[in-house]
């Protein structure tokens, strides 16, 4: 069996998103702004009437969550495999401070070359690999009768999404990253899943992200 439709949510707000910093696996919360995305993008998301939820553990991926669970009564399930790519020690580090302490990784990041993130976080192609797995798996769990929401991290789904959609890496960078609070909708056809919406939620507005193919 599989879900009826998958709605990938990307988390509100947070301070550090706002000063255009590295957040990775830091636990960063979400900003006063980034609690009110969340909660008028819950009461859009509880219009489809969400049968399952899911979330990655970090405060700012859980809250965003807890918006819509308080709409829906749904228990929140959470996942690690969810959490944003992991940048070691370059969290809290701006792309421009980054650049400073190591050009040559910063230009590999910016020209999408493979490079690994912090002094041991993960690569692109690992992110994408763990999250697309999780999406596999929660997506077999579901009957057609469900929609699940997975509130999430921006650079974390948008490769996640693709590597599950099939699409190949090199067209990765033409999915553009999401905005906070905005979300994708996937749903199942007769040859695999499909694009329903992608960066849904507002109209278009800039993204603060650890996405760097913005």
């Known amino acids: 069996m599989s879900a009826g439709r998958l709605i990938v949510w990307r988390h509100g707000r947070t301070e550090w998103n706002l000063q255009d910093k590295i957040q990775g696996q830091a636990d960063i919360p979400l900003d006063e702004v980034g609690i009110a995305q969340a909660r008028a993008a819950a009461a859009r998301l509880a219009s489809l009437a969400p049968t399952r939820l899911f979330a990655s553990d970090l405060q ?10 308080a709409l829906t009564g749904l228990k929140i399930e959470y996942e690690e495999a969810l959490r944003e790519i992991d940048v070691d020690d370059w969290a809290g580090l701006t792309m421009t401070e980054l650049a400073a302490i190591n050009p040559e990784a910063a230009a590999r990041i910016r020209n999408g070359e493979p490079q690994r993130r912090g002094s041991n976080g993960e690569t692109v192609e690992e992110v994408a690999t763990r999250f697309a797995d999780a999406l596999t ?56 899943w499909r694009i329903e919406e992608w960066n849904a939620g507002s109209l278009p507005e800039p993204v603060m992200s650890d996405d760097p193919q913005r």
């Open 137 to 192: 798996r929660i997506s077999a769990e579901g009957t057609s009768e469900d929609t699940i929401v997975i509130a999430t991290h921006g650079l974390a789904a948008r490769v996640g999404i693709c590597l599950f959609l099939g699409i190949p890496q090199p067209n990765w960078p033409a999915f553009g990253g999401l905005s906070n609070c905005n979300w994708v909708s996937l749903l199942p056809g007769r040859h695999g």
């Open 60 to 69: 700012r991926a859980a809250a965003t969550a807890g918006e819509l669970a």
